[in-house]
């Protein structure tokens, strides 16, 4: 596809539910970023991928979060036993390794209900 | 020393007007500072950044002043239209990150016709 695409677009849970974002990267590229934005909040790194592993994972906020990425492609962010808190809309991000290397290009979001 | 602080929160602005987004970082090992435009329900989209090699980049109508010294850098949109209201986003990050981008809080602007 033209650009990073993310799915579902909303998800609405339940409290103490685990819920699977997904992330497609712009074909080629090789890095990878989770970030988190809250209501009213700038935008949060939570972990950043090159091929598939995950060498910065500062940024998930606790244990309950987690991410994976397959084939150096497809990248889903996991959250276990989701708190009211964890609503927010969840950005994924990829960048190319060459030319303009530091360009990162944003996918829609996820936006998270957890109620 | 991560933080990119962002002013102000919220700009209107008379359409064909200069719309003027200031930020400030700490961290001198940035190196990287781009500018993101978010539309409701919407992604970031990046608008345009610059390299601490330069003080100043324009692409149209949108200009980043880049002052090192002062560790600040700004955005400049020029003869501003309705259509570009927008929550705007500086960022920076630093090529020994992994480029993580480290974000301002957000201005919103809105350009009244």
């Known amino acids: 596809g033209a650009g990073v695409s993310q799915s579902p677009s909303n998800k609405v849970t339940e409290k103490g539910k685990d819920v699977e974002l997904r992330c497609d990267p712009i074909s080629g590229h090789t890095a990878l970023y989770w970030y988190r934005q809250s209501l009213g909040q700038g935008l949060e790194f939570l972990i950043y991928?090159?091929?598939?592993?995950?060498?910065?994972k500062s940024g998930l906020p606790s244990d309950r979060f987690s991410a994976e990425r397959t084939g150096g492609s497809v990248s889903t962010l996991t959250i276990q036993r989701t708190q009211q808190e964890d609503s927010a809309v969840y950005l994924c991000a990829s960048r190319g390794s060459s030319g303009s290397s530091y360009e990162q290009y944003f996918g829609p979001g996820t936006r998270l209900t957890v109620t | 020393q991560q933080q990119v602080k962002q002013s102000p929160q919220s700009l209107i602005v008379q359409k064909g007007g200069i719309s003027i987004i200031n930020c400030a970082y700490e961290?001198?090992?940035?190196?990287?500072f781009p500018w993101y435009q978010q539309f409701p329900g919407k992604g970031p989209a990046l608008l345009i950044a610059?390299?601490?090699?330069?003080s100043e980049k324009k692409e149209g109508r949108f200009t980043i002043s880049f002052n090192k010294s002062a560790k600040q850098f700004s955005l400049h949109i020029m003869d501003s239209q309705p259509g570009d209201s927008a929550t705007y986003f500086c960022a920076a990050s630093m090529n020994t990150g992994f480029q993580k981008l480290v974000f301002g809080t957000g201005t919103r602007l809105l350009v009244s016709p």
């Open positions: 991928f090159q091929g598939n592993s995950a060498p910065d």
């Open positions: 961290n001198t090992a940035f190196d990287y």
């Open positions: 610059i390299r601490p090699d330069v």
